[in-house]
């Protein structure tokens, strides 16, 4: 992951830590403006985008390492190639310098 993603990452997971942490806190024991009966709720979505951020992240690392291995095969491919190409070219100049003397 570049810095600026993880960075973002970092300052959502803290966001949603924070957030869980003060709604299960808050939760029965303090009456926030009349809105004690929406922390439950608070607390589930908050629960919620953790689990979001857990699988996003889950999600790059696996498209990650997909990737990773598509680059290998690929190399590799390449590399295939590239010796087959120059096994043709050598089998087509030996005729002409066998022919030659």
């Known amino acids: 992951m570049n810095k600026k993603r993880l960075l973002l990452y970092l300052v959502f997971v803290v966001y949603q830590v924070g957030a869980f942490t003060f709604t299960y806190l808050v939760d029965g024991h303090l009456d926030l403006l009349g ?55 050598e089998s087509s100049k030996k005729p002409e310098s066998s022919s030659n003397p």
């Open 35 to 89: 809105l004690l009966k929406f922390i439950p709720w608070f607390k589930y979505i908050a629960f919620l985008g953790l689990i979001m951020i857990v699988v996003d992240i889950t999600w790059y690392i696996i498209e990650w390492r997909s990737a990773r291995q598509e680059n290998r095969e690929l190399k590799e491919e390449n590399t295939n190639l590239k010796a087959k190409i120059y096994d043709l070219q």
